[in-house]
């Protein structure tokens, strides 16, 4: 496994890679890499409303090379045929909603031409992935240098009480809510919108909820759990509102692709360990090309303390 270069500001990036294969080393087939993956994130664990599993693919076609990325857009798929990967593997599917046509006419359908054309296979594992041991949660923590004590919100159906959306954390030693988020904003992927914050800035944090991508659903779970600070992504004006007239909680708004892009050397080291473990000869590589949606930021001047302008 060999480290790639850095991607400016995160101190993260990396391409995760084999490429001293063994003398002995397979060509696994699509079909085995695809069982492997499900081992990690079974499509069944996945919400009732996610489109996750493979999206297209042949199953009996050689894989050497896989390219783990958030989401499935064209920028990525040309990174995917540029690197020569057989499959892609994203977080966020291509069609959530289903759709009637695949027509390359409209954006998702040049991504379906694209894939096909080069021979490579899309997988999707989104909700399966949320909540797998380990999962996105966990992957964030990891990058936040936070030690995982539990779900957040638990699966009732895990019994060891390891799995689940979210996870609670504690710090090693106790920052202010300030010096939290300058630590979010080190360590996470550098993106236009950095890291919001509501709250005192100088209030101490010794415990924390976290939850990649979206989690202002989540605030009466991270009440109960009585942590000092929440991070997550997406917040809305009215939830974080609510959500700071019921406790002091602090509230850390991170860009939703950077709190999801750890997952990725997450499940690409874990799919390094299944490649030496079968001994195939399968090259695993993390993008490191931003697909935030937000390309820049103005800040604002500073404001009249009596209110905002009439």
């Not at 997988?123 to 992935?129: E, G, I, K, P, Q």
């Amino acid at each position: 496994m060999l480290s790639g270069a850095e991607g400016a500001g995160s101190g993260r990036w990396r391409c995760n890679a084999t490429d001293q294969a063994g003398s002995l080393a397979s060509v696994p087939r699509l079909s085995e890499v695809i069982a492997a993956l499900e081992t990690l994130w079974p499509a069944e664990r996945a919400e009732s409303w996610d489109a996750v599993g493979t999206v297209a693919g042949d199953p009996d076609q050689e894989v050497t090379r896989v390219l783990f990325a958030v989401d499935p857009v064209q920028e990525i798929v040309d990174e995917a045929v540029k690197l020569g990967a057989d499959l892609l593997v994203t977080h966020h599917p291509l069609y959530l909603r289903g759709t009637t046509t695949v027509a390359a006419t409209h954006f998702k359908g040049r991504v379906v031409h694209t894939l096909i054309k080069n021979d490579i296979a899309l997988h999707v594992a989104h909700t399966n992935a949320d909540t797998a041991d380990p999962g996105v949660s966990d992957a964030l923590a990891g990058a936040l240098d936070l030690r995982v004590t539990g779900p957040l919100v638990p699966d009732p159906t895990d019994p060891e009480g390891r799995r689940g959306l979210g996870r609670l954390c504690a710090l090693d030693h106790p920052l202010t809510v300030r010096e939290f988020a300058a630590r979010a904003a080190e360590r996470l992927p550098a993106t236009a919108q950095g890291i919001r914050v509501a709250g005192d800035p100088e209030a101490p944090v010794r415990t924390v909820a976290v939850s990649g991508g979206s989690g202002d659903s989540l605030f009466d779970h991270v009440r109960a759990a009585g942590v000092d600070a929440f991070l997550t992504a997406d917040l809305r004006h009215h939830p974080v509102s609510e959500a700071r007239a019921h406790s002091p909680l602090a509230l850390l708004d991170a860009a939703h692709w950077a709190t999801e892009w750890p997952w990725c050397e997450l499940a690409a080291s874990q799919l390094d360990e299944i490649s030496d473990r079968h001994g195939w000869d399968l090259r695993v590589h993390v993008s490191k090309t931003v697909t935030d949606p937000w390309t820049a930021h103005a800040a604002s001047a500073t404001s009249d303390p009596l209110g905002a302008p009439n």
